[in-house]
C-alpha cells in the first residue's frame, strides 16, 4: 500500500501551456512537463499527462490525479457545449425592473436561455417573505420550458435557503433528475451578479461531464485506477461528484494553483507571488498558505458574477513582450506570446523582447545566441521601465506592508530582479516554472459557506451563529472529498452590513483538509 | 427636433452620473441595465426643458430611497413608477406630463430613463440637487423655500403611502420610517408641481449634462483632461490612494482617505473626508474644496469615478472639485447642505479661490 499510494499527478492548463506534474507522497517532484495547450484543451492535456507518465518508472503507483483546467472558461468565452437552462427567480412582485439576463450578450443568452420566469418568492432583508412560494407557477414553467438544466435565485437566499431547497424538490418531483443550481451555493450578495454565476453554473453541467468523461477515458486507456479532482477558484479541490454539481467554480483556478504551488514550493505561508508567462505577470497574495480573495464584481464571457475569485493584478509584462511597445501609460505593451522561441533575438529572431533584456541584463542564461551589441542600450532601458513596472505593481497588492517576501514562479520568472523595493527579498524555489501544476496537485479539498445574520445580542448567541457556519462549510468541504478527521477552518469573516435597520452580518467561513484516504 | 435619450446615452449618462454622484449615490450599474432595457420595451424617452412644458403641467420629481446592500439584491419592482402615478393622478385630478430626477448624482440620475420609459413620459432636463446628497430635504426646492407635500412612495410588494409633512425634515424622517417598514427600499415623489412652480427650485440641464461629462471621456485619447475639461474642474492632486479609514456611525459610512502626490504632484499630500460623498478636500491644514461644491476621485487613466464604497490602498487618483450651482452657496442653501449640514465646523469657501 505505502507505494501504491506514493504519487500523484497534477495538471494545469493554461492559456500558453498545459503543465503537468508528479509528487510523491513526501509533496517532492518526481517528474515535470510542459506541452502546448491546444485549441479543444483535451489534446494538450493528454499529451501532457502521457509525457509526465512517460517520465516516471511506474505509472501504477499513481493514486490520484488533480486538474486544473480552462474548460468551462472556454466554453463561456467560445459560447460551445453549453446547456439550455429554465431560469427560474423568486421574487416577484419585486425585482421585476430588471428581468433574469438583461445585461448578457445577445450571443450567449441564445445559447442558454430556454426561458426565464420571475414567480412569487423571495424573502427581505429581515427574513419576511416577499410574498410566499408560488408552487404552481413554478410547475407550470418547468413543463413549459423544456431544458437541460434549471438555476434558481431567490431574493436574500443567502440569509435564507429554504424557498431555493423547496424549488429544488419540485423539479425533482416534476423532472426528475434534470440538475438543478441553486444561487445560494454559488454566489453571495447581489441579486443580479449571483443569479449570473448561478445560470453559468447551470450551463456548464453539460461541459462537466464531458471534461470528466474525457478525463476518466484518457486515466482508463492508459490503466490508472486512479481518484481525480478538479481545482477550484480558491486554491482547493473538489470531488470529481461535486465539481459534477459547481462546474462554475473550476473557473479561476489558475492563478490559485499557482499561489498555491508558490507556497508549497517555497515553503512560505505569506508571500507575493508574481507568476512571469509569456504575455503577462499575474500578482496575488498569500495569506496563510491561501490566495487572498477579491469580492468585486468578476465578468467572465461578457457577464458579471460575483463568486468570490483570488484577488490577482495582472500587468501586460511578460517573456514575450516587445520592448519597443513597454512604457507608453495609454497603451498596454504587445508580446510575441509562444512565439518567443523563434522570435526573440537570442532565440536567433529578430524582435526585442523581455527575454533579451533580461539576458543581457545577466538576469538568465535563455536562447541559443548572444544578445546583438547594438542592442544592448535598448534593452538595458527596458528592464528598467519593467522594474519600475513590477515595483509599482508589488507596491499595490502588497497593500504597502513592506515586510513581505516575493515568490517569482512562471516559465519566464527569470525577467524578475533580485532586489525589488518593497519586498524583503525574493525567493526562487526549484520547479517554480511548474508551480500552477505543483499547486493543483499539493492542494487540500475545500468548502465554503457564507450566509447573513441579524447581529448577536450577546457572545452566546453570536458563538452558536459562528459555530453552525462553521459546521456548514466543514461539511461542504467533505462534500468536496476531504477527510472529516482533519477539516479545519482557514478563514472566517464577519462583515456588518450598514445602513440597515436591524443590525446583520455577513458571515463567510472556508474550512480546507486533507484529501481523504491521503497519507 | 426634440431630443431623445436613446439606448445609445445611457452609458455616457451613467458614467457622468457616476462622476456627480462626488463619491456616492449609489451604484449605476444596475440603473443602466434597467434604463436600456426599459427604453428597449417601451420606446426612447424625450428630453425636455422647463420651457416646453405647459406651466400648468405636473412635474413628477422621482427618487430611490433606502439602504443600497437592499436595493442590490431586492431589485425594484416594475410597477412602482406606475402605482406612484396613479396615485398623483388621484390626488391631484390630472396625470403628471413630466418625470424628473431628484438627484442626478449616481444611480437616481440613470434610474428616471426607466421610469420616464415605462410612463411614456418625457424626462425633464433639470435635477434637485446637481450632484448628490444623503438626505431627501437636501434638494433645490427646499432651497427655494417650497414645501415637500405631498409625498407619495410605492414599495416593492404594491404599498402605496401618502405623505403630508410639514417640512423637508419631517418628509425626511417619515420616509426613512415607511422605507425601513417596506424593507429598505422604496421609490418616492416629493415636489410634486407644476413645470411654472418648479421654474425658481430646479437645477438645470444636469441631464444634458451628465450626458456631455460620459461622451466627453469615453474613448477620448487623454480621458483625464477631457474630464477637467468637460467640467472646468481643479485638479486637486495625481497620486497614490495611501492610507483608508472607514468608519460606519449613524448610519453613514464615514471615512478619510489620503492621496500622496505623484509625478509633479510628489510630496503633496491632500486628505478627503467623506460621509457616503466626498466632502472636503484639505492640504497642508487647509481646505482646498468642501461642500456643496463637488468633489470627485477618479481614475487617473480612464477618467471613471470612484465610489466611496469601491476606494482601495494603491489606486491611482485623481481628485477633481468644481463648483456646485449657485444655489448651493446662497444662505439658506449652505443652511440645508453646506459643511455646518454634515457636522463640519467650517465656512463654505468657493473652491475656485481656495483650489491649487
New interface residues.
Partial sequence: MSERAALRVGIDVGGTNTDAVVLDAAGRVVAKVKRPTTPDVTGGLCAALDAVLAAIPDPRQVTRVMLGTTHATNAILERRSLGRVAVLRL?????????PL??WPEDLRAAVVAGTAIVRG?R???G?E??PLDEDAIRRFLAETPADAVAVTG??SPAGADQELRVREIVREELGDVPVSLSHEIGT????ERENATVLNAALYGVAREVTAALEAALAARGLAVETFFAQNDGTLMSVEYAARYPVLTIGSGPANSLRGAAHLSGVADAIVADVGGTSTDLGVLVAGFPRESS?AVEIGGV?TNFRMPDILSIALGGGTIIDTLGD??EAPRSVGYRVATEALVFGGSTPTMTDAAVAAGRGSVGTRPVPAEARDRLTAAVRVADELIADAV???S??KADLPLVAVGGAAFLLPDRIPGVREVLRPAHSEVANAVGAAIALAGGRFETIVPAARDAAERAASLESAKEEAAARAVAAGADPASVRIVELSEI??????EPAVRLHVKAAGPLAGMP | MMARITMDDVGALARGCAVLGTGGGGDV??AA??A???ISAYGEVPLVSLEELDPDALVLPLSGI?????S?????????PVRIRDEVERVFGRPPAAVMSSEIGGANGVAPV?WAARLGLPLLDADAMGRAFPEVQMVSMNVAGIPPTPVVMAD???NVVTIRPVDGVWSERIARAVC?AA??SALMADYILTAGELARGVIRGTVRRAIGIGRATQGA??PLAALIAELGAARLITGKL?ELERR?TG?F?RGTVVIEGTGEDRGRRLTVEIQNENLVAIENDRVRAIVPDLITIVDT?TASAIQTE?LR??QRVTVIAWPCDPLWRTPEGLKIAGPRAFGYDLDHLPVETIAP
Fill in positions: 421574487g416577484a412582485p419585486a425585482t421585476t425592473s430588471v428581468p438583461s445585461d423571495g427581505f432583508v429581515d419576511r416577499i410574498a431574493v436574500f450578495l447581489g441579486l443580479l468585486a458579471t501609460p495609454r507596491d499595490r497588492v497593500l504597502g456588518p452590513l450598514s445602513y440597515l435597520p | 450599474r444596475t441595465i434597467a436600456r432595457r426599459t433606502g439602504a443600497p446592500t437592499v442590490h439584491e431586492m431589485i425594484a419592482a416594475a410597477e412602482e426607466a416593492a410588494v404594491g425601513v424593507g429598505s485619447r487623454d495611501t460606519t448610519g459610512a487613466l469601491n490602498y494603491g
